[in-house]
């Protein structure tokens, strides 16, 4: 429920996000109101939130509107307003056309604009204002991810009280790709106002921590650098995850089940390949696809015996290149599927589609086989989530190398999704596994998920950026 109730003056504790842990419904009355995004960041945040008086600044989703703070489900919300051209210029173009693309092993390609590179520090301005206003003496600040890189330093200049995190959700490029950037030095520095920079993996924290000492000439030992006023940060590993519990507990939920007994059925198939992804250059559906279908045309995969499901969820739809994927993409099923399928029968079954949390859990459970390959992830909390969704110890997950939840998930039958023929062995292989080896394989992917979830996660960062509990 919103209240109107005033927001606290201060807070404690502080998160910074590009969007606000809210998003606008419109409720039983017609009258517009706020829910609670039901993502796994909110869900592991929301308990430190309302023990601290915690605030959350980030943008509420409509351009050309400020809002005034207001207080949501014990938490103060502190909507920061961006312009149409600032989304266009910020959020689309710097954030998801440069900088996404760049720390992506430029998988594709970065364009570099001055213009947007300008709207991105007025709004990274904008967000740090907004959080050195609500944050009180003392208090800590955890900024989020890659659209807000110079938030720390902007920070540290206004309030050097305060105890400032970073966490950046994506991978942090090496070297020889991020020199490209025009703007290296200014978004080094951003982040090294940070008290302690995240990254999902060792790997981030190292080119992180080479980049400051070569680009910046700050001293580094150890995960520490040292600022040129001899004041310290550190960076290092703190891979996130997903509430292991909640979606096990959602997967067990008899509504569930039977929602997963309905897909097999509707499927007809006796055995299913699943993929989940934001449809994304990024998630390598293009070569997955690639070798499905050739998969199909072999008869290594019978067309009547098996089939290929594919989630797509919508994403960024106004950029370029997310458009020329989602055509490449329906070209490339379509071919397949007129090739290979029948009257009432299609080899691959793609939806273009976002899809609620509990439809997500009986995708998981009815999947005998989850294939995850993407070109580089940060971390990839799919693969977790349908690690966390198989409580009978069966199923099996395909994982690519390149995402960072490869370094946990060992157990997976883990995928160069460059290489198209290791790919079509791995799903092969997984497919007609013995039950004994993916058992076997499934319990450790397990402990790992449930040893490693996202409270996990955040108590760890907040623990080590000096938050007492
Ligand atoms: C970034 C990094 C990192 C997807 N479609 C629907 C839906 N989803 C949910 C999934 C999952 C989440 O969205 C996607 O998370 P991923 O980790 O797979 O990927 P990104 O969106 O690229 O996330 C990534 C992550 O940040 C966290 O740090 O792991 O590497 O790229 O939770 O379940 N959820 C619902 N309907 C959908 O249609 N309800």
């Known amino acids: 429920k919103s209240e109107s109730r005033q927001h606290n003056p201060k807070a404690a504790f502080v998160v910074i996000a590009n969007r606000l842990a809210v998003e606008r419904i419109t409720d039983d009355d017609g009258e517009p109101a706020w829910r609670t995004s039901p993502g796994g960041l909110v869900t592991a945040l929301e308990p430190i939130m309302k023990s601290k008086e915690g605030a959350w600044v980030g943008w509420h989703g409509a351009p050309d509107e400020t809002l005034e703070p207001f207080h949501h489900?014990?938490?103060?919300?502190?909507?920061?307003?961006?312009?149409?051209?600032?989304?266009?210029?910020?959020?689309?173009?710097?954030?998801n056309a440069t900088l996404w693309p760049l720390y992506h092993d430029s998988v594709a390609f970065p364009e570099f604009h001055r213009e947007w590179w300008d709207a991105y520090v007025a709004v990274n301005r904008r967000?740090?204002?907004?959080?050195?206003?609500?944050?009180?003496?003392?208090?800590?600040?955890?900024?989020?991810?890659?659209?807000?890189?110079?938030?720390?330093?902007?920070?540290?200049?206004?309030?050097?009280?305060l105890k400032i995190g970073f966490f950046l959700h994506i991978p942090f490029p090496p070297q020889e790709l991020f020199q490209q950037l025009p703007w290296r030095r200014e978004v080094l520095q951003g982040l090294a106002g940070a008290d302690l920079v995240g990254f999902q993996v060792p790997g981030g924290a190292a080119n992180f921590l080479r980049l400051v000492k070569d680009r910046l000439g700050y001293e580094t030992r150890r995960g520490e650098f040292v600022r040129p006023d001899g004041t310290k940060g550190r960076a290092g590993a703190y891979p996130i995850s997903i509430d292991s519990q909640g979606f096990q507990d959602l997967a067990n939920d008899p509504a569930t089940i039977a929602r997963a007994q309905e897909i097999r059925d509707d499927l007809d198939a006796e055995i299913v390949f699943l993929g989940v992804d934001?449809?994304?250059?990024?998630?390598?559906?293009?070569?997955?696809?690639?070798?499905?279908?050739?998969?199909?045309?072999?008869?290594?995969?019978?067309?009547?015996?098996?089939?290929?499901?594919?989630?797509?969820?919508?994403?960024r739809e106004r950029v370029e290149e997310y458009k020329r994927l989602r055509d490449d993409i329906e070209l490339l099923v379509g071919r397949i599927n007129g090739d290979m399928g029948r009257i009432g029968r299609s080899p691959i079954n793609y939806l273009h589609s976002g899809y609620p949390r509990q439809e997500m859990a009986a995708l998981y459970?009815?999947?005998?086989?989850?294939?995850?390959t993407p070109l580089r992830d940060g971390m990839n909390l799919v693969a977790k989530e349908y690690v966390?969704?198989?409580?009978?110890?069966?199923?099996?997950?395909?994982?690519?190398?390149?995402?960072?939840?490869?370094?946990?998930?060992?157990?997976?039958?883990?995928?160069?999704?460059?290489?198209?023929?290791?790919?079509?062995?791995?799903?092969?292989?997984?497919?007609?596994?013995?039950?004994?080896?993916?058992?076997?394989?499934?319990?450790?992917?397990?402990?790992?998920?449930?040893?490693?979830?996202?409270?996990?996660?955040?108590?760890?960062?907040?623990?080590?950026?000096g938050l007492e509990a």
């Open 388 to 465: 966390a969704c198989r409580g009978s110890g069966d199923g099996a997950l395909v994982l690519s190398e390149f995402a960072g939840a490869a370094r946990e998930l060992k157990q997976a039958w883990l995928v160069n999704p460059y290489d198209i023929n290791g790919m079509k062995q791995a799903i092969v292989d997984a497919g007609s596994a013995p039950a004994a080896d993916k058992r076997r394989r499934m319990r450790a992917l397990r402990k790992q998920v449930f040893t490693h979830d996202i409270d996990h996660w955040a108590e760890t960062f907040l623990k080590d950026l």
């Open 127 to 161: 967000f740090a204002d907004a959080a050195a206003e609500v944050a009180e003496e003392g208090g800590v600040v955890w900024v989020q991810d890659y659209q807000l890189q110079l938030v720390p330093q902007m920070l540290r200049e206004q309030r050097p009280d």
């Open 278 to 315: 934001r449809l994304d250059y990024t998630k390598g559906l293009r070569q997955r696809i690639r070798a499905f279908g050739e998969l199909f045309t072999s008869g290594e995969l019978d067309p009547e015996k098996a089939v290929f499901l594919q989630i797509a969820t919508p994403s």
């Open 365 to 372: 459970r009815a999947a005998d086989v989850m294939v995850v």
């Open 73 to 95: 489900d014990g938490i103060d919300m502190v909507p920061v307003p961006l312009s149409a051209e600032e989304v266009e210029e910020f959020y689309e173009g710097m954030s």
